[in-house]
């Protein structure tokens, strides 16, 4: 069955750096798009990034320039990379396939 493990969050002070990573099983990976959203406290689910299976890549707006999204086919990884976070970005962060998630990893932006 998929299986989707985030990790990587952590608490960072704005302007800082992280990587998510997302290990992904039960499915052939290299033939997926592979998204991260996020849900911040008292707020529905945000789509941030998808990066389909050609490698192309989107990117909402609010972290368009300071996120990047890329995957590893041959370790079945997707990862996210953040830079110049900002307090705006705290959330819940999950990897997704379609509509199958996993847990998450909290990502807190804070001085």
């Known amino acids: 069955q998929v299986q989707l493990v985030e990790s990587g969050g952590g608490l960072v002070q704005p302007g800082d750096s992280l990587r998510l990573s997302c290990a992904a099983s039960?499915?052939?990976?290299?033939?997926?798009?592979m998204t991260w959203v996020r849900q911040a406290p008292g707020k529905g689910l945000e789509w941030v990034s998808t990066?389909?299976?050609?490698?192309?890549?989107t990117y909402a707006d609010s972290v368009k320039g300071r996120f990047t999204i890329s995957r590893d086919n041959a370790k079945n990884m997707v990862y996210l990379q953040m830079f110049s976070l900002k307090p705006e970005d705290t959330a819940v962060y999950y990897c997704?396939?379609?509509?199958?998630r996993g847990q998450g990893t909290q990502v807190t932006v804070s001085s």
């Open positions: 039960g499915f052939t990976f290299a033939a997926y798009a």
């Open positions: 997704a396939k379609g509509l199958r």
């Open positions: 990066i389909n299976s050609g490698g192309s890549t």
